[in-house]
């Protein structure tokens, strides 16, 4: 009965320092920066993991919202880490993820203004599956700003049937698509 106890008291402790930190949130803005960031998996140029220098490159640009691109949340390329957690948890802004490929490669945003709302689709395409992550942000209690986050197909080397030419038409696809979506969620162009 005593081990019992100690186990059960043991879990509560281990869930109790590791629940994620409190958001604290940028109280009163008067200016807010947004930004956008490739972050290609976590890796620089020559594929050397740099978590560190994008938090840093993130914190020393005073973004309080920040879009991120080709984010991965626990793939095995990427050491099983779950990038956008773990720069929000650097950085102490919250974070919403979007996945776009394999449930566990995508959109994210990362934000000290407190995030009312967020969802996403996954956009048309014939290459590498991409999408749109739309999230509501709360800057005043009574205002909301909506940012959309998107990354587009790039293009690779010719193989099989699909051609350089097919891939050029691809962008104009998504983003004929994205158009699309931001009409239908703001009737009679209302932003």
Same mark, same amino acid.
């Given at each position: 009965?005593?081990?019992?106890?100690?186990?059960? #008291?043991?879990?509560f402790?281990?869930?109790?320092?590791?629940?994620?930190?409190?958001?604290?949130?940028?109280?009163?803005?008067?200016? %807010?920066?947004?930004?956008?960031?490739?972050?290609? /998996?976590?890796?620089?140029?020559?594929?050397? #993991?740099?978590?560190?220098?994008?938090?840093?490159?993130?914190?020393?640009?005073?973004?309080?919202?920040?879009?991120?691109?080709?984010?991965?949340? /626990?793939?095995?390329?990427?050491?099983?880490?779950?990038?956008?957690?773990?720069?929000?948890?650097?950085?102490? %802004?919250?974070?919403?993820?979007?996945?776009?490929?394999?449930?566990?490669r995508?959109? #994210?945003?990362?934000s000290?203004?407190?995030?009312?709302?967020?969802?996403?689709?996954?956009?048309?395409?014939?290459?590498?599956?991409?999408?749109?992550?739309?999230?509501? *942000?709360?800057?005043?209690?009574?205002?909301?700003?909506e940012?959309?986050?998107?990354?587009?197909?790039?293009?690779?080397?010719?193989?099989?049937?699909?051609?350089l030419?097919?891939?050029?038409?691809?962008?104009?696809?998504?983003?004929?698509?994205?158009?699309? *979506? *931001?009409?239908?969620?703001?009737?009679? /162009?209302?932003?």
């Amino acid at each position: 009965l005593t081990a019992l106890v100690l186990v059960i #008291a043991a879990s509560f402790a281990a869930g109790y320092l590791a629940r994620p930190p409190v958001v604290p949130g940028a109280g009163s803005l008067e200016v %807010m920066r947004v930004g956008t960031f490739n972050i290609h /998996g976590g890796t620089d140029e020559y594929f050397t #993991a740099s978590l560190d220098r994008i938090a840093n490159t993130i914190f020393q640009s005073g973004a309080n919202v920040v879009m991120l691109q080709e984010a991965e949340a /626990g793939r095995i390329t990427s050491f099983g880490v779950d990038q956008p957690l773990w720069l929000a948890r650097r950085l102490g %802004m919250d974070r919403r993820f979007f996945p776009t490929m394999e449930g566990l490669r995508g959109l #994210a945003v990362l934000s000290n203004v407190p995030i009312a709302y967020d969802d996403g689709v996954l956009l048309d395409g014939i290459s590498e599956q991409t999408g749109l992550q739309r999230v509501q *942000i709360l800057p005043e209690p009574d205002h909301v700003i909506e940012v959309y986050n998107t990354w587009l197909s790039y293009l690779t080397e010719p193989t099989g049937d699909l051609t350089l030419a097919d891939q050029e038409q691809d962008r104009p696809r998504q983003l004929n698509h994205f158009f699309q *979506i *931001i009409a239908d969620h703001h009737q009679n /162009g209302v932003l």
